[in-house]
């Protein structure tokens, strides 16, 4: 395990407070090329969202929760 309350693939356990976002995880383990690499997406895309330069679009969401292993929903949930 990466660490505790998650799993190795990259799935939240039935953890009642994760130590750690799903965006922290991906900083942990991923840089900005693997991720663009899982994503289908390239490293000016990544580096944009990350600096907060862009507003994702719904294919982007859907595309790193692919990558993530996640549902859209979950990925998002709590953003305002």
Sequence with gaps: MVCEGWC???RLEK???PPY???TLA???WTQAVLAEHADMNELQIGHLERGANDPKWSTILKLARAFALKPE???RGLR
């Design 8 to 10: 190795a693939n990259r």
């Design 15 to 17: 953890a009642p407070n």
């Design 21 to 23: 976002s799903v965006v």
């Design 27 to 29: 900083v942990v383990l």
């Design 74 to 76: 979950e990925l998002i």
